[in-house]
Antibody
Framework: EVQLVESGGGLVQPGGSLRLSCVVSGFTFNDYAMTWVRQAPGKGLEWVSTIGSRGGSSDGDSTYYADSVKGRFTVSRDTSKNILYLQMNSLRAEDTAVYYC???????????????WGQGTLVTVSS | QSALTQPASVSGSPGQSIAISCTGTSSDVGGYNYVSWYQQQSGKAPKLIIYDVTKRPSGVSDRFSGSKSGNTASLTISGLQAEDEANYYCSSFTTSTPPWVFGGGTKLTVL
């Protein structure tokens, strides 16, 4: 069974940092692109960042970011621990949201069609 | 403002069919068959219900179907049930930046 479990959210002051983790199981982590999506309170889904798969794809470990987080957020993966990370620096009030990690549907292709999602972790940026 | 435009809300009675549109451009919806749809029930994570415009993941009811015409994709739900009440989001690959975008979401109310 595929499982994704996020952690690391919490209350942080503007300008601060947080690192989100997403522990995955039930599939070969290397073989799939992974994505972070966020949802501000009462708002819609916003794509944040994607890291390409390592398994046989043309964009292994390539990273992609929304303009709103580029230069402040960094996505990475530790394949030895099956953990996806999102390092968030210089946080702003508008980064307040539930952050979801999600797995791409298709092996080896980065298409951001997300077939499994975690339960989300809430990040609140406030003084 | 989302790159993909969806109606804010739609409604229907049990047993009826409804359609939710998702309008983009030739750089996204119209140019590629990489449109997906997600259902998000209250307090839950989103669930993939349609991918590659028309395909359903295993386990998703065949009451859900997807289509595309020009720059507009559509999600149709037939035989509406109370459990279908949720927010629905479309998403597409795009040659613009960022390379992937969500629509603003549509709230479905089952009357």
């Amino acid at each position: 069974e595929v499982q994704l479990v996020e952690s690391g959210g919490g209350l942080v002051q503007p300008g601060g940092s947080l690192r989100l983790s997403c522990v995955v199981s039930g599939f070969t982590f290397n073989d799939y692109a992974m994505t972070w999506v966020r949802q501000a309170p009462g708002k819609g889904l916003e794509w944040v960042s994607t890291i390409g798969s390592r398994g046989g794809s043309s964009d292994g470990d390539s990273t992609y970011y929304a303009d709103s987080v580029k230069g402040r957020f960094t996505v990475s993966r530790d394949t030895s621990k099956n953990i996806l990370y999102l390092q968030m620096n210089s946080l702003r009030a508008e980064d307040t949201a539930v952050y979801y990690c999600a797995k791409d549907l298709t092996l080896g292709i980065t298409m951001v069609q997300l077939d499994h999602w975690g339960q989300g972790t809430l990040v609140t940026v406030s003084s | 403002q989302s790159a993909l435009t969806q109606p804010a809300s739609v409604s229907g009675s049990p047993g009826q069919s409804i359609a939710i549109s998702c309008t983009g451009t030739s750089s996204d919806v119209g140019g590629y068959n990489y449109v997906s749809w997600y259902q998000q029930q209250s307090g839950k994570a989103p669930k993939l219900i349609i991918y590659d415009v028309t395909k359903r993941p295993s386990g998703v009811s065949d009451r859900f179907s997807g289509s595309k015409s020009g720059n507009t994709a559509s999600l149709t739900i037939s035989g509406l049930q109370a459990e279908d009440e949720a927010n629905y989001y479309c998403s597409s690959f795009t040659t613009s930046t960022p390379p992937w975008v969500f629509g603003g979401g549509t709230k479905l109310t089952v009357l």
